[in-house]
C-alpha cells in the first residue's frame, strides 16, 4: 500500500492447518444441521472454509454442537480473541513504537523544493526529538510515537488496537513565498478515517498463511488474522507569490463588473419594476425644442397679412 504503513496490534493464530475434511465454523451460515440432508455435497458455505462433503457430524471444538463437514484447511479457525489479554491487545506496548517519516514537496512554477526534516535541523536534533504538538521546536519532529498519533486522532490506543482501524496522519503545506521560504513549515494533524459505530465490519484486519512441509508429501499452514492500526500518510499544500499581472487583470475584472453592475441596475428599474414609470420621469430631464416654444416664423408671418396662398397665387 503506497503512502501507508500497517502495524500488527492483535491476532488469531491457527497452527498446524493441513488439508482434509473437519466439520465448519457452526458460526458460518448455513453450516449448522442436524441430518446429512441437511448438508449438500460438493456445495460450498457461503462465506465459510470449504466445501460440504454431504456429512453432518459432531464439533468438538465448539461445544459439541453438529455442523457440516468440509474439506478445507483443517482445523478451521476458530475466530475467538486470544488470552490470556482477553481483554488488551496481544501487542499493546506498539503504543511505544516509534516512526520516522519523511516527506517532499515540490511547488515547480517557483522552482521550490522543500523536505520536512527541516534544514535547520541536525543529527543531534534527530537523535533525540520526539514530535510534541505544544513544544515550538519539537511540533516540526519528523518523528512520532504511535501512542501519541493515535491520542491526536482523539481515540484511545488500547481500544483501537484490540480490533484495528485506520489513522489518517495529514501533513499540510501552507507556503506564503513572498516571505522567507525557511518559514514554509509543515503542520501536523490526526483523525480517525474509519467508522468506528459500524454495524459489521469494525476495525482493520486481514489474514495470512505461512505453509510448510514437514516431509516430501504433507504440507501444513500457520494462519493468523492480523488486527492492527493502519496510518495512512495524506500530503497536501497550497503556495503562493505576489506577481503584477494577476493584480492588474483583476482590477480590470472589478471595473467591468461595476460598470455592468450599473447598467443591470438601470434596467431592472425602468422596465421591470411596478414603479418603473416614476423612475423615468426622476431619472431623465425632457428638453422641449426651441421652435415648438416660440413657433414657426412662417405662422406669424401668415397671420400678419392675412389668409392664405390659394392656388394662383394671389391674395
Not at 496522519?169 to 516571505?179: A, R, S, T, V, Y
Request: glycine fraction near 8%.
Amino acid at each position: 500500500m503506497q503512502n501507508s504503513f500497517f502495524v500488527m496490534t492483535n491476532m488469531i493464530i491457527t497452527v498446524d492447518q493441513s488439508q482434509g475434511t473437519c466439520p465448519e465454523d457452526p458460526g458460518m451460515f448455513g453450516a449448522n444441521c442436524t441430518t446429512d440432508e441437511d448438508c449438500s455435497k460438493g456445495v460450498p458455505i457461503t462465506n465459510g472454509n470449504g466445501v460440504q462433503t454431504g456429512q453432518c457430524i459432531i464439533n468438538p471444538d465448539f461445544g459439541n454442537v453438529k455442523s457440516c463437514e468440509i474439506l478445507a484447511w483443517c482445523p478451521v479457525e476458530k475466530d475467538i480473541k486470544p488470552g490470556p489479554r482477553i481483554d488488551k491487545p496481544v501487542l499493546y506496548e506498539a503504543a511505544n513504537f516509534t516512526v520516522l517519516i519523511k516527506n517532499s514537496i515540490s511547488f515547480p512554477k517557483f522552482n521550490f523544493h522543500k523536505r520536512n526534516i527541516l534544514d535547520s535541523s541536525n543529527q543531534s536534533f534527530l537523535r533525540d526529538c520526539m514530535y510534541n504538538s505544544t513544544d515550538e521546536e519539537l511540533r516540526f519532529c519528523p518523528i512520532f510515537r504511535l501512542g501519541d498519533i493515535v491520542a491526536g486522532a482523539g481515540q484511545d490506543f488500547e481500544t483501537l488496537a484490540f480490533q484495528g482501524g485506520v489513522i489518517g496522519i495529514h501533513i499540510e503545506w501552507n507556503c506564503d513565498l513572498d516571505q522567507d521560504w525557511d518559514l514554509c513549515r509543515p503542520h501536523y494533524r490526526f483523525n480517525r478515517a474509519d467508522n468506528p459505530n459500524s454495524k459489521i465490519g469494525q476495525g482493520y484486519n486481514f489474514r495470512f498463511a505461512y505453509k510448510y512441509k514437514i516431509n516430501e508429501t504433507d504440507e501444513y499452514r500457520t494462519l493468523t488474522k492480523a488486527y492492527g492500526i493502519l496510518f495512512e500518510v495524506i500530503v497536501t499544500g497550497t503556495a503562493g507569490k505576489f506577481n503584477v499581472i494577476p493584480l492588474f487583470l483583476n482590477i480590470a475584472s472589478c471595473l467591468a463588473l461595476l460598470s455592468l453592475a450599473t447598467i443591470m441596475c438601470d434596467v431592472v428599474t425602468l422596465y421591470v419594476l411596478k414603479k418603473r414609470n416614476y423612475y423615468k420621469e426622476n431619472k431623465y430631464d425632457y428638453v422641449e425644442d426651441a421652435d415648438d416654444i416660440n413657433g414657426d416664423p412662417n405662422d406669424e408671418t401668415r397671420r400678419l397679412y392675412g389668409g392664405t396662398e390659394n392656388a394662383g397665387g394671389k391674395p
